[in-house]
Structures are given as C-alpha cells and as structure tokens.
C-alpha cells in the first residue's frame, strides 16, 4: 500500500486528470514533492481550483467521447461515460478512502460524517 502523501496526491491527479480527459484538455501533471499536512492541503486545494475552472460546456459530448487512458503497460479505452464511472470514480474513491483509512489506524479521531463532508 502507498503511504499517506501518495494516497492523497493520486486523489487529486485522478481528480485533476479524469476532468481534463472528459474536456478533452491537456492532461495536467504535478510534481509529488509533499511532505506535510500543509503542502497536501495545498495540494488539494491546487486540484479543486483546476477543476473549478471547467465550465460545464466544456463537457458537451463527453459521455459518448472515447478515450484512451494510460495504465500502466497498456491503454485502456473507454467512452467518457465508461471512464467516469468505471475508472475515475472507483480509483479517486479508493485512494480517498485508504486515505481516510490510514488516519484512523494512526489514531486521528475522524468518522464516516468526516468523510463525506457536509451531508
């Protein structure tokens, strides 16, 4: 398993990545030079600002657009419907939950209502 700063820096690149992908925009990269909690709030509040900054007619045509997504050894192909609900959900909540999991087994006093924020 990562450690914590990587689960947290894969949270944001799938994030940032999986937006650009559906908008049909440069995909962006980010150097993972992290080491606080501070530079990983940085982190995600760096990612949350590019998000932001898609309008939503950036995403017309998005579901049915296919793309063709590195992983690893070999591309994988998807429509952006595919993509979103395939891969960029499972894979941002896993690396978010994992996260989350490894602060409570350190002892950081957080629950379910934390993790899913203002409900």
Do not use: W
């Not at 559906?22 to 982190?43: H, I, Y």
């Amino acid at each position: 398993m990562f450690p914590f700063t990587k689960q947290i820096q894969l949270a944001c690149d799938l994030s940032a990545k999986a937006v650009a992908r559906l908008a049909g925009a440069d995909v962006p990269t980010f150097e993972d030079n992290e080491t606080s909690f501070a530079e990983l709030k940085q982190r995600i509040a760096t990612a949350t600002s590019y998000i932001k900054g898609f309008t939503a007619d950036r995403f017309s045509g998005a579901e049915t657009r296919v793309l063709k997504v590195p992983a690893r050894s070999e591309t994988l192909e998807f429509t952006g419907q595919e993509f979103l609900s395939l891969h960029a959900f499972p894979n941002f909540y896993f690396h978010a939950t994992t996260a989350y999991d490894i602060l409570r087994h350190n002892g950081i006093e957080i629950g379910k209502r934390d993790f899913l924020g203002r409900t």
